[in-house]
């Protein structure tokens, strides 16, 4: 759609989009507010927008009917799932230490060569967690009160710094951070106010992903005020149309960049760029792989990585009938077992393949949402049902095109404690996030040696099989730029007596090794 820079055009185009109700209140603008929602309208174009509204309420439409028709599950699909096969299945629980190390090496060996980055899915609000900022600016309550983003990027300057150690360069990993139109803003200055925490501002590369209309149940543009279109991320799938809209695809190019770790913002346990990891796809020839948990119980609420009549995909757990959920293998374990923990490998060449070829198919997924919305008189009302429909693309949705896709699983208490909902809930809360670090840190610690003991001197009994869920006998924090993932300890740690509460950063694991 050309230009539109007058209300007469604008009409028009709207009224072929099926889309008129949005200049309602037009006459009661201000000049600013008019030509806010025109640019808004133009961004979008009226074609696009008009199929955009009529795509959600097929969509919504096909979906109620499909439900009412399969009783919740796709016809058929028992019989068409398989699990991903164990020639294309890493796990490190279930491999030689030596074949850990071999794999570590090569990602570390493709680290200290410049050909790994990072890319942070981070558009969505932290609504369920209740604040009114992005979930990577939120301190969980450490000792060291440092926010999930700190974390993320100590982490990748103390991984860059041993796989240069390791091979004798000077390297360094590129973060790529994708934001929305609410993230965008307070993630930027955030990372301005601190310094980028010391990684270099030409590596820390933020984007924006597009913004959707919400659309009511009969396909009309919702208005979130009189000259306000009601807008939303077009969800972590939208990653592939925002990496060729802002040319990040050519910047990782022009860096000699080759393999791409993708990971959610609110995972605490989070390895960036891990070298295990990548070591593993890359030594598989994967252009595209899937981290995954082992599903705790049959029926957990989290989808599974497998495979849909030859085609890999996540299957959500509400559409696996509970007869398959719960088929076991010979050693007792889940058939259906490889839990999607949204932390993905990708090529370069596979995400070119994806923007250029393959992202106009990716499916759309509905969410339905309570939106607030004014109402015909220009009332805003805050609806107590849900009311409106929200299209999301899943980052994930694009293991269909891979030609040769792996899955490698991780233990769940060392590498996913995601944050979502605000305490007191009973799970994915600060309070869980921050137990399950600080019992990883007092696991690490105790491998290395430490001898914890209480303010007056007396030791602290020691648990030998502590879980991410319990609360750990002492608490201590390992700063990422003095261990990675436990590595190096012993050197601080070893027949050490320390005192509860610990925090292992570098001038106190110096003193340490001096003492």
Request: aromatic residues 8%; negative net charge.
């Amino acid at each position: 759609m050309a230009p539109l820079d007058d209300e007469p055009e604008l009409r028009a185009g709207l009224a072929r989009a099926g889309q008129s109700h949005l200049l309602r209140f037009w006459p009661q603008l201000e000049p600013a507010e008019r030509a806010a929602l025109a640019e808004t309208l133009r961004a979008l174009g009226a074609e696009e927008l008009g199929a955009h509204c009529r795509r959600a309420a097929q969509t919504y439409a096909r979906e109620q009917q499909e439900e009412e028709e399969a009783g919740g599950h796709p016809e058929g699909l028992a019989g068409r799932l398989q699990p991903v096969p164990p020639e294309f299945f890493g796990s490190v629980a279930r491999s030689e230490p030596a074949t850990l190390e071999r794999w570590e090496e090569e990602g570390l060996r493709q680290i200290s060569q410049g050909k790994v980055a990072v890319l942070l899915l981070a558009g969505g609000q932290g609504t369920r967690l209740g604040v009114p900022y992005p979930k990577g600016m939120y301190d969980v309550g450490l000792p060291s009160r440092k926010t999930l983003y700190q974390l993320q990027a100590e982490r990748i300057r103390r991984v860059a710094q041993l796989a240069g150690e390791k091979f004798g360069t000077s390297c360094k990993v590129p973060w790529y951070i994708m934001t929305s139109e609410f993230t965008l803003g307070p993630t930027e200055a955030f990372f301005r106010d601190h310094d980028y925490f010391h990684l270099a501002k030409s590596d820390v590369v933020l984007f924006e992903q597009r913004m959707l209309p919400a659309v009511t149940f009969d396909g009309k543009a919702i208005l979130d005020g009189k000259g306000k279109l009601a807008m939303a991320p077009d969800g972590n799938g939208g990653l592939y149309r925002a990496l060729a809209d802002n040319k990040i695809l050519e910047d990782m190019e022009r860096r000699g960049i080759r393999y791409i770790h993708v990971y959610c913002v609110d995972n605490i346990l989070v390895k960036m760029a891990d070298p295990v990891f990548v070591g593993f796809c890359v030594s598989k020839g994967a252009d595209c792989g899937a981290k995954v948990v082992e599903k705790a119980y049959p029926t957990e609420p989290v989808g599974v990585v497998c495979s849909v009549d030859g085609v890999y995909q996540v299957v959500e757990y509400s559409e696996i009938p509970s007869e398959v959920a719960e088929m076991r293998n010979p050693d007792g374990r889940l058939t259906y077992s490889a839990g999607n923990i949204c932390n993905h490998f990708f090529t370069l060449d596979f995400l070119q393949t994806i923007a250029e070829k393959f992202e106009p198919q990716l499916k759309s997924h509905l969410a339905i949402k309570k939106v607030p919305f004014v109402d015909e008189v220009g009332n805003r009302v805050n609806p107590l049902k849900p009311n409106g429909i929200k299209l999301e693309k899943f980052v994930f949705d694009v293991f269909q095109f891979s030609k040769n896709f792996v899955a490698f699983e991780v233990l769940r208490e060392e590498e996913f404690s995601p944050l979502k909902n605000a305490d007191p809930a009973s799970k994915d809360t600060p309070t869980t996030a921050r137990r399950s670090l600080l019992s990883q840190h007092y696991r690490w610690a105790q491998k290395a040696g430490a001898r914890f003991m209480d303010s007056q001197g007396h030791p602290i009994p020691e648990i030998q099989s502590l879980s991410g869920d319990e609360e750990p006998p002492a608490v201590c924090e390992i700063s990422p730029l003095v261990s990675y993932f436990g590595e190096d300890l012993e050197q601080y740690l070893n027949a050490k007596e320390v005192q509860s509460p610990l925090l292992l950063d570098e001038s106190q694991a110096e003193a340490l090794r001096q003492a």
